[in-house]
C-alpha cells in the first residue's frame, strides 16, 4: 500500500485528526495541498524498490511514521519515536535493535543530552525525562495548565533547555532538573520548534502562518518576525553556531535568515512540495534536505546544491539526525530507518528491522552480549563473543526450526 505525505491541514488549530473524505478531491487552496503531495509521493514511489535490498521482506522499524532521531554516545547509539506510541534504541552503525520504550500516546520526537545520560519526548499527556543507558522514566515534566497537551516539542544543542507546544501556549523548562522556566502565548499555533543552540532564543513556526516568530526564552516576548513565504512552515533548523534559520515553506522553497538580526539571506528552491526535514551539519557547512524521498545536500553560505542522493529513502523523510563525525546520516520515514553515508550520499544497505512491528514472516537474527539483547536482519552477521540465540538462516551457527503459531511464527534454536 503507498504512503502518502501528510497535508498541512491535517494538525490546525481546532482540527483534530483530519482525514480525506469519500467525496474526493476538492481544489481549494487547503485542499491542493492533499491532490499535488499525493502526486508528488505516488510518483516518487512508482519507480522506487526497497531502499534497503538487504531487508527482509515485510520488514519495519516502526508501526507508524518515525517522527524523530536522535544520535548519541559519540555516534553508537540511536534513538526514533513514532506515533506508534514508542521509542526505540538501537545500535549503531549495525542497526540492531537494543530496547524498546512503550509510551501512552503518540510520540511527538525525541532528543538526547550531550552526556547521553537523558533521553526527552513528548506526548499529548506531557514532557517525559528517561533516564539512560536502560530507558526508565526519570520524570514527568509538570505543565502550568492542567490541560496541557503538547503536540510538538524541542531541546537545545546543550541540553540544558526543553519547549513544548500546546496550540498558542509555550512551556520551557530547564534540565536537568525539569523546573518551569516560562510559559507564554503564541500567535499562532506552533507545529514546529526550534531552539538556538545555547537556548537564549526559541523559533516557532507552523502551518497556519507564513511567518517565524523568534522568542527570547529569558523575557518570553517576541524578538523578530521572520516573514518571507507564501504559505505555512513546514520544517525549521538553526545553524550550530546560532548565525543562522532555515525554514522550509510549502512552496517549494527554504528560506534563510541570519540572527540576531534577521536579515533574509538567499532561499533555496528544492525539487519537491515542501521538505519535511531540515538539518545542519555540526560545522555548519551544509545544509540537508528532504526532496521528494532523497537526501540533498546544499553548501553553506552560498546555497549550492552539491549532492542529492541517487536512491531514495522508502518513503517521506520525515526525520533526520547526524552522527558526531558527519559521516552517516540517518532517516526517519513512514514506519523506516535508513542510512547513508556522507558526503556521497550512497544508501546502505542496512536494516532496523523490530520484528514486534514486522511482518510475521520477517525473518530475524537475535543474539546476547555483555548481558544485552539484540535483533538484527535476517543474514547480518553477529559480533565476535556474542552468542546465538535465534538465527533464521540453518548452518550459520545455530539453526532454527520455524514454528507457526496461529497469529505469526518465531524460531527456536536447535
Known amino acids: 500500500m503507498g504512503k502518502s505525505r501528510k497535508p498541512p491541514e491535517e494538525n490546525e488549530p481546532a482540527v483534530y485528526a483530519v482525514r480525506k473524505g469519500a467525496t474526493g478531491w476538492q481544489l481549494n487552496r487547503r485542499n491542493l495541498f492533499r491532490a499535488a503531495a ?8 512508482a519507480g522506487s524498490a526497497k531502499a534497503a535490498d538487504s531487508c527482509p521482506e515485510g520488514s519495519r522499524a516502526h508501526l507508524k511514521e518515525v517522527n524523530g532521531l536522535a544520535v548519541y554516545a559519540n555516534g553508537t547509539r540511536l534513538a526514533s519515536s513514532s506515533r506508534d506510541m514508542s521509542v526505540k534504541l538501537w545500535s549503531l552503525p549495525d542497526g540492531s535493535l537494543l530496547k524498546t520504550i512503550g509510551l501512552t500516546k503518540e510520540a511527538l520526537g525525541v532528543f538526547v543530552t550531550p552526556d547521553s545520560s537523558l533521553l526527552v519526548t513528548a506526548t499529548s499527556d506531557g514532557v517525559q525525562l528517561f533516564a539512560l543507558p536502560d530507558g526508565s522514566l526519570a520524570q514527568t515534566l509538570s505543565a502550568a495548565a492542567q490541560y496541557f497537551t503538547p503536540d510538538s516539542v524541542a531541546m537545545n544543542k546543550a541540553g540544558t533547555v526543553v519547549a513544548a507546544a500546546d496550540y498558542q501556549t509555550i512551556q520551557i523548562w530547564s ?29 516557532t513556526g507552523g502551518h497556519s502562518s507564513s511567518n517565524v516568530r523568534v522568542w527570547s526564552v529569558a523575557q518570553g516576548t517576541l524578538v523578530r518576525r521572520l516573514a518571507g513565504t507564501s504559505s505555512g512552515i513546514a520544517s525549521i533548523a538553526i545553524r550550530p553556531d546560532g548565525g543562522a534559520l532555515a525554514a522550509s515553506g510549502y512552496d517549494g522553497y527554504v528560506r534563510m535568515w ?12 528544492i525539487s519537491g512540495l515542501w521538505s519535511e526535514a531540515l538539518l545542519f551539519s555540526p560545522d555548519g557547512r551544509l545544509l540537508i534536505c528532504e526532496e521528494s524521498s532523497y537526501p540533498v ?6 546555497g549550492t546544491k552539491v549532492k542529492a542522493a541517487s536512491r531514495p529513502s522508502v518513503d517521506i523523510i520525515l526525520s533526520m539526525a547526524l552522527t558526531p563525525d558527519s559521516e552517516l546520516l540517518v532517516v526517519g520515514c513512514v514506519e523506516d530507518i535508513h542510512v547513508y553515508t556522507v558526503p556521497d550520499l550512497r544508501l546502505l544497505d542496512r536494516c532496523m528491522v523490530d520484528p514486534v512491528a514486522s511482518g510475521a514472516t520477517t525473518e530475524i537474527v537475535r543474539y546476547t552480549k555483555d548481558g544485552g539483547e539484540y535483533t538484527l536482519p535476517c543474514g547480518s552477521a ?4 556474542a552468542v546465538c540465540t535465534c538465527n533464521c538462516v540453518p548452518g550459520a551457527g545455530c539453526p532454527c526450526v520455524n514454528y507457526s503459531t496461529g497469529g505469526g511464527h518465531y524460531w527456536f534454536p536447535n
Open 258 to 269: 541570519s540572527l540576531p538580526d534577521g536579515a533574509e539571506l538567499p532561499s533555496l528552491q
Open 38 to 45: 499525493a502526486a508528488a509521493s505516488g510518483a516518487a514511489l
Open 297 to 302: 545536500l546544499w553548501e553553506m553560505p552560498g
Open 175 to 203: 534540565l536537568p532538573g525539569g523546573a518551569r522556566v516560562r510559559d507564554f502565548k503564541d500567535e499562532s499555533w506552533a507545529s514546529v520548534l526550534a531552539f538556538s543552540p545555547d537556548g537564549s532564543l526559541l523559533a
Open 382 to 385: 553477529i559480533p565476535a563473543g
